[in-house]
């Protein structure tokens, strides 16, 4: 069993498909074929299941997805190890962020680990919660902003920040009041993430605790588009107060907070727990923290963050 066919392996198992695996790994289709045909020979098993243009995993496939991430992953820490010997700052850092903290934290976090770290590749995919824990453990990331806690003994964890949630309306919304009640939100449709989504039910529980089941009438995925949703009157929405302030300006939109309780969850960076962290990961975390600080983020145990006026 060569490392080139767990790659190529890996390569058909993320893309669902031999034809952009191929493209992926910048092989031709048949020579890729022949690897993974090879490598189903070797553990006696089909690894996949031809769909007509797509594949699937069997389940022999699964476990091996599982195992050949966990092998080159260990591999790679350990180039990238003996590289910080030799005193090059090069390799890869693969990072998972929260789709809202993605769009205020990462571009100024990007520019000042770009300046340290000019020959490390840095990929930083937007994604929930949950899909960032799963990559984690399944060795497709090596760090993950995301929503704590994370009740996984094989994760170790990082508390950056509390993230406070605010109601959003349009302009013309009334009343027109600066702070509303939770209880109160049973009385207004609400465009919120799925029920599935990490966020979707940490409101909800904030919405238990205060005694009130909201009245959730439209469901999406993505942040822009829940806000363009309650710009056009679909009714209001709860998000982070950092990635609102970011947008509030000519989107007509207006903030309300929240209180009784003022929700709020805490956000931090998590890893494996066993894993090395290089010096580029460990970079990445002092970055979070500075970048906070010049966000005016107050760390999460000083309790609510501090944001500048968007005025």
């Given at each position: 069993?060569?490392?080139?066919?767990?790659?190529?392996?890996?390569?058909?198992?993320?893309?669902?498909?031999?034809?952009?695996?191929?493209?992926?790994?910048?092989?031709?289709?048949?020579?890729?074929?022949?690897?993974?045909?090879?490598?189903?020979d070797?553990?006696?098993?089909?690894?996949?299941?031809?769909?007509?243009?797509?594949?699937?995993?069997?389940?022999?496939?699964?476990?091996?997805?599982?195992?050949?991430?966990?092998?080159?992953?260990?591999?790679?820490q350990?180039?990238?190890?003996?590289?910080?010997?030799?005193?090059?700052?090069?390799?890869?850092?693969?990072?998972?962020?929260?789709?809202?903290?993605?769009?205020?934290?990462?571009?100024?976090?990007?520019?000042?680990?770009?300046?340290?770290?000019?020959?490390?590749?840095?990929?930083?995919?937007?994604?929930?919660?949950?899909?960032?824990?799963?990559?984690?453990?399944?060795?497709r990331?090596d760090?993950?902003?995301?929503?704590?806690?994370?009740?996984?003994a094989?994760?170790?964890?990082?508390?950056?920040?509390?993230?406070?949630?605010?109601?959003?309306?349009?302009?013309?919304?009334?009343?027109?009041?600066?702070?509303?009640?939770?209880?109160?939100?049973?009385?207004?449709?609400?465009?919120?993430?799925?029920?599935?989504?990490?966020?979707r039910?940490?409101?909800?529980?904030?919405?238990?605790?205060?005694?009130?089941?909201?009245?959730?009438?439209?469901?999406?995925?993505?942040?822009?588009?829940?806000?363009?949703?309650?710009?056009?009157?679909?009714?209001l929405?709860?998000?982070?107060?950092?990635?609102?302030?970011?947008?509030?300006?000519?989107?007509?939109?207006?903030?309300?907070?929240?209180?009784?309780p003022a929700?709020?969850?805490?956000?931090?960076?998590?890893?494996?727990?066993?894993?090395?962290?290089?010096?580029?990961?460990?970079?990445?975390i002092?970055?979070?923290?500075?970048?906070?600080?010049?966000?005016?983020?107050?760390?999460?145990?000083?309790?609510?963050?501090?944001?500048?006026?968007?005025?």
């Amino acid at each position: 069993m060569e490392m080139r066919q767990l790659r190529y392996f890996l390569a058909v198992a993320e893309q669902q498909s031999f034809t952009r695996a191929a493209e992926a790994v910048h092989v031709s289709q048949p020579s890729l074929s022949v690897q993974i045909a090879a490598l189903e020979d070797e553990v006696g098993l089909p690894l996949f299941d031809r769909l007509g243009r797509h594949v699937a995993l069997t389940e022999a496939g699964q476990i091996l997805r599982e195992h050949a991430a966990r092998v080159l992953g260990d591999l790679e820490q350990g180039v990238q190890a003996i590289q910080e010997l030799k005193g090059a700052e090069r390799g890869r850092l693969i990072v998972g962020a929260l789709s809202t903290v993605n769009s205020y934290l990462i571009p100024p976090l990007v520019c000042r680990f770009r300046e340290c770290f000019p020959k490390v590749h840095l990929q930083v995919h937007a994604q929930p919660s949950s899909d960032i824990v799963a990559d984690l453990l399944a060795h497709r990331l090596d760090l993950g902003l995301c929503l704590l806690p994370l009740d996984d003994a094989r994760l170790a964890t990082v508390r950056l920040f509390d993230e406070t949630l605010v109601l959003v309306a349009p302009m013309g919304f009334r009343p027109a009041v600066p702070r509303m009640r939770m209880k109160d939100l049973a009385k207004f449709p609400l465009v919120l993430m799925p029920a599935d989504y990490c966020l979707r039910k940490m409101i909800e529980a904030e919405c238990a605790e205060a005694g009130v089941q909201p009245h959730v009438s439209i469901e999406m995925t993505a942040p822009e588009g829940i806000l363009e949703a309650v710009k056009q009157g679909a009714g209001l929405t709860i998000l982070p107060e950092l990635y609102v302030r970011q947008r509030l300006r000519g989107n007509a939109l207006r903030v309300i907070d929240l209180y009784a309780p003022a929700p709020k969850h805490p956000v931090g960076l998590a890893h494996l727990a066993n894993r090395h962290l290089g010096r580029a990961a460990q970079e990445f975390i002092r970055l979070c923290r500075t970048t906070l600080l010049e966000l005016d983020v107050e760390p999460s145990l000083a309790g609510r963050p501090r944001v500048r006026s968007a005025g």
